[in-house]
Structures are given as C-alpha cells and as structure tokens.
C-alpha cells in the first residue's frame, strides 16, 4: 500500500507564496512521476504540475512561470513552490504518484491540502 503525505496549505492574500510538500512512504521503490492536481468547489480536477524522477517537469499553462516543482527521489518527496498567488488558484490540491513497478495510469493519491488565496 502507498500512503501520500501533503503538508503547507493555507490561507494567504493575492500576491503572495505558498509551498506544498508531500512525502510518499509504503511499499514502493522510487516513482516514475509525481504531481499535483487541484480542484475548486463545482470544478473538475485539473493538472496543476508534475514531475518525473529525471526531472522533466510539466505544467498547466495557468500556472506556468509562477509555480515551481521539485522533487527528492531519495525521500520520494515532490515540492510545490507557488508564487504570485492569484484567488483563481484557491483549490484543494492533491498530491499523486506513480510509483516504479507500476503501469503509467496508477496513480496513488493523498487526501488533499486546502489552499485558499483572498483577494
């Protein structure tokens, strides 16, 4: 089983920065990807970032240049910088992971962190 961690949401104004964390601990031996997604109230969940265990990163064009992913293979443990927050980027975030061994669509999933950005 694979458990997913997420720590560092919040409540911050407009302009400001957040980072997210999530630790991946269980039976798993590294990770092909890992990511975020997000969903707000009445919204689907969407892409926010992800990243392989390479490095290559992908992200959603609306947050593109203000949000940063990194990651610590060692600890399978993926960052979220998030700057220049916009109340648009209010959401619950969710952590994901594909771990090694398994297919590219399984994905685990964490819980989920509230961030909300006041105007």
């Known amino acids: 089983q694979v458990q997913l961690v997420e720590s560092g949401g919040g409540l911050v104004q407009a302009g400001g920065s957040l980072r997210l964390s999530c630790a991946a601990s269980?039976?798993?031996?590294?990770?092909?990807?890992m990511g975020w997604h997000r969903q707000a109230p009445g919204m689907q969940r969407e892409l926010v970032a992800e990243?392989?265990?390479?490095?290559?990163?992908n992200y959603s064009d609306s947050v593109r240049g203000r949000f940063t992913i990194s990651r610590d293979n060692a600890k399978n443990t993926v960052y979220l910088e998030m700057n220049s927050l916009k109340p648009e980027d209010t959401a619950v975030y969710y952590c994901?992971?594909?771990?090694?061994?398994?297919?590219?669509?399984?994905?685990?999933w964490g819980r989920g962190t509230q961030v909300t950005v006041s105007s």
């Open positions: 990243i392989t265990r390479g490095g290559n990163t």
């Open positions: 269980g039976r798993i031996f590294g990770f092909n990807v």
């Open positions: 994901n992971i594909n771990p090694i061994g398994f297919a590219y669509g399984t994905r685990y």
